[in-house]
């Protein structure tokens, strides 16, 4: 769940992202899952649903590394695009993802796909 107030809206990188929508310090928390609020979801789970369902799941939600388990977050930030040079870093524990820079109002949040998600290629299967 995002622990900043953000926008979502047209995004240059990738149709639509998110953006802050206040001034966020370098290091302050950004996003956190939070249990009871986003989704862990068992891939043998996924693979039961309708197409179209599947498809949501898949395009929303990133695999956790070394697991057989996807988490959607319930919240925007799952418009969150990815990015070599991220607003948004991963922390090295298991604690909230923080600022990587200081972050003006109206700045996209992006995240490097790359340091969470399992499954991430480098390109992405939906325009």
């Known amino acids: 769940m995002f622990l900043v107030h953000t926008t979502i809206g047209p ?3 990738h149709g639509v992202g998110v953006f802050a929508a206040e001034h966020i310090k370098k290091g302050a928390p950004i996003w956190e899952f ?3 609020f986003d989704l862990q ?3 043998q789970a996924i693979q039961n649903l309708a197409p179209p369902m599947k498809e949501t799941i ?5 695999r956790v590394p070394g697991t057989d388990t996807y988490v959607l977050p319930a919240d925007d930030a799952r418009f969150m695009n990815h990015s070599n040079r991220p607003a948004v870093r991963i922390s090295s524990d298991d604690g909230p993802d923080i600022a990587a820079h200081d972050i003006e109002p109206h700045e996209e949040l992006t995240i490097d796909y790359s340091t969470f998600d399992e499954d991430f290629t480098g390109s992405f299967p939906f325009p």
């Open 11 to 13: 995004s240059p990188l």
């Open 41 to 43: 979801i068992p891939t």
């Open 34 to 36: 939070t249990k009871g």
């Open 58 to 62: 898949m395009k929303y939600a990133y």
